[in-house]
């Protein structure tokens, strides 16, 4: 079946830093993926749409200088949370979909920011 | 705008026992409908979805859930839970483009 697999699993930084997370379609190409964010015992809300080659689309409210998305190739693309904060310690979610529906979704399984 | 109301936080069930979990949704096309599973600290399994056809669709893990248009549903239910079924369960709908709208999700604890 698809997978996604999204790295690093935990990390954890200094406030000021930026930190990069990928997300990569392991045996599919993936023409759209998705970033959301989750904060603890709260439900996942969509940050930003990343089609490849082209730029990401934004949440409303998102700030997409704070979060750069770059989906560079079929298989992978990469949320950056640049001069991290500890408001933006939270659970980051990717998903990817190769279908045309679509809504063939395969999540990864998080990474967990902690910004100290 | 697109919304999905799971009105219960914390259910609590013993083993062997039915289970449903209800969801609410707003959305003014027919609706695309999701139902994924969290464990801690992990991502999301897709449990069942729902297009379009039979509005009982059968997922994995022995859960199954029904669409009703006229009640703007879609429960999932199971009919014997187990002690591994402990998770978060979160209902999505499908908001077009691809994007996924999730209520707020529905922790199940499970008794011995």
């Known amino acids: 079946g698809a997978v996604v697999s999204q790295h690093p699993s935990r990390v954890i930084c200094k406030s000021g830093t930026s930190v990069k997370i990928e997300c990569r379609s392991l045996?599919?190409?993936?023409?759209?993926m998705f970033w959301y964010r989750q904060f603890p015992k709260q439900s996942l809300m969509l940050m930003a749409t990343?089609?490849?080659?082209?730029?990401?689309?934004?949440e409303q409210g998102v700030e997409k200088d704070k979060f750069l998305i770059n989906h560079a190739s079929l298989t992978l693309s990469t949320l950056t949370v640049t001069s991290a904060h500890p408001e933006d310690s939270s659970f980051y979610i990717c998903?990817?979909?190769?279908?045309?529906?679509?809504?063939?979704?395969?999540f990864g399984s998080g990474t967990r920011l902690t910004v100290v | 705008a697109q919304s999905v109301t799971q009105p219960d936080i914390h259910i609590t069930v013993s083993e062997g026992a039915s289970l449903e979990l209800r969801c609410n949704y707003s959305?003014?096309?027919?609706?695309?409908l999701f139902w994924y599973v969290q464990s801690p600290g992990q991502g999301l399994q897709l449990l069942l979805k729902?297009?379009?056809?039979?509005?009982l669709v059968q997922g994995i893990k022995g859960f199954e859930a029904e669409f009703k248009r006229s009640q703007s549903s879609f429960n999932l239910r199971k009919p014997s839970v187990h002690w591994s079924d402990a998770a978060e369960y979160f209902c999505?709908?499908?908001?077009?483009?691809?994007?996924?709208?999730f209520g707020q999700g529905t922790e199940l604890s499970v008794k011995p």
């Open positions: 998903s990817a979909t190769q279908g045309t529906s679509g809504y063939g979704y395969t």
């Open positions: 045996d599919f190409q993936a023409t759209t």
């Open positions: 990343s089609n490849e080659g082209s730029k990401a689309t934004y």
């Open positions: 959305y003014g096309a027919t609706p695309y």
């Open positions: 729902y297009f379009s056809g039979d509005t």
């Open positions: 999505a709908v499908g908001a077009g483009g691809g994007k996924l709208i």
